[in-house]
């Protein structure tokens, strides 16, 4: 896209006024959306984003702009631009780029832009199909299909320079079902860090099923009484929690200002001896993985948290800088248009040795998370909330009758201590985070968890 010796030129100039540390990052971008609603194809758009990010250091302070503009001059126009809020001029530095090519651990067999849009079409209608058919309650079936192919090439001024390629593709179904008086809905978003081969993996058909009952089920529900009690949360998207009301609070973007509730707590019994969490973003053609990072570090299995005992942070460069630690191949980014910083990829809590049985058993009254919907927490505190999109009563340890509108808050870490029972059958599901650096895809995950004590919120 832009030539090895244009951009040691760049390099050169952006560090002209004293930056200890320059890096470009150089990306092209080709996606595809369709969007259909009750079996009728609403629109079909497909784009193209080309831009060039360039970050200076200097000790602890950073600057970052970006461009469309790829000519020689533009970029060195741009380069001096930034440079100039570092300081006066100082010596001309040369730098020499050397490549390196990355491990792909993440096989792509079929290409999605090389796929026709009746293809896609075809698995959407599907999807819709099944979803409707499902119930008579079922009264709107809305389907996306979404493909991203991202080529990026990275440099910086301690002679990197690689590049990398990232295809992802998700399918989304949404269910609305309703009684003449009410709605409810159920989503289902399945995706992977693979081509249109993802679907010899996803059947469209199970997902659709499963939206659709998620939306009957809760239209048919009671309100959840509100309280203290044990919660079990199931496994896959109920991950969420973790990664929202945790993860994000072991984050270097948080930790290395001091604004987490984890920081300078390395080594300490921050959770249950129960849990083990782990973010890995080598995990194979996994939603959130990648072969390296917004910076160029590859990727790696970053244990968070082992038995309890807080092991590690998520660290990009500059963070890693601000603690005096190396980075961990954590620094993303939604796109050019965004500096990157530390941010999750595959963020789950590990298996544990107890069976969901035992876990439902255990509970003499209580709440069965079966799907985690949205919600919002400060780092900062830990505070959370998150509601709870299909959940159920648990009574003398059996799963009762369906409750709706209920929540979850606490705090994150409070939370992690009194998690005291964990399943075995750890499963995954996708989603979109958003934070300082834009939106990027993340997957979450857990097996079956208890809770012993959280509030929960409904009538």
Known sequence: MISKYILQEVLSKALLNGGDFAEIFVEDTISNTINMLNDKIENAISGRDFGIGIRIFKGLRCVYAYTNDKSREGLLEVAYKISNALGEINEKKEINLTGRINSNIHPIIHVPSSIE????????????????????????????????????????????????RRIRTRLGINSIASSGKENQTGFEGPGRRMGFEMFEFIDPVLYARKASQT???????????AGKMAVAIDNGFGGVLFHEACGHSLEATSVAKGNSVFTGKLGQKIASEKVTAIDDGTMPNLWGSLNIDDEGTPTRRNILIEKGILKGYMIDKLNGRRMNMAPTGSSRRESYKFAPTSRMTNTFIATGEDSNNDII?????????????????????????????EGYIVKDGKIDKPVRGSTLTGKGDEVLMNIDMVGKDMQQGQGMCGSISGNIPTNVGQPMIRISEIIVGGR
Do not use: R
């Open 117 to 164: 849009n009746a293809e896609k079409v075809n698995i959407m209608k599907q999807a819709y199909t099944a979803a409707k058919e499902y119930s008579s309650e079922i009264i709107q079936v809305a389907v996306y299909y979404t493909d991203v192919d991202q080529k990026v090439i990275i440099a910086n001024s301690q002679g990197l320079l690689t590049e990398d």
């Open 215 to 225: 939306a009957v089920t809760m239209l048919h529900a009671d309100y959840c009484p």
């Open 361 to 389: 058993a255990s509970i003499n009254k209580g709440l069965y998370a079966k799907k985690m919907g949205g919600g919002s927490v400060n780092p900062v505190t830990g505070e959370f909330n998150f509601a709870v999109a």
